[in-house]
């Protein structure tokens, strides 16, 4: 459901030119993804908004149960 889904999108800061921020669904505010993320195009950011889409996708999966 896209409704769940984090949204993002590129905003202009005034270190290098452009920074990536993120929002959830259950949160009115937009936050800073990552701690470090100004980028001096449009397209480093689209490229870094992919980087955090599939590390998301990749964090918390099970890979094996032990029982």
């Keep these: 459901m896209s409704f769940f ?34 980028h001096g195009s449009i397209h480093e950011a689209e490229r870094f908004i ?3 889409k599939k590390r998301n996708n990749q964090r918390n999966k099970v890979i094996k149960y032990i029982e």
Excluded: M
């Design 5 to 38: 889904k984090r949204k993002y999108r590129i905003v202009t800061d005034s270190y290098a030119g452009y920074e990536v921020q993120h929002k959830y669904w259950w949160c009115p505010f937009w936050i800073q993804t990552d701690y470090t993320n100004t």
């Design 50 to 52: 992919e980087l955090i």
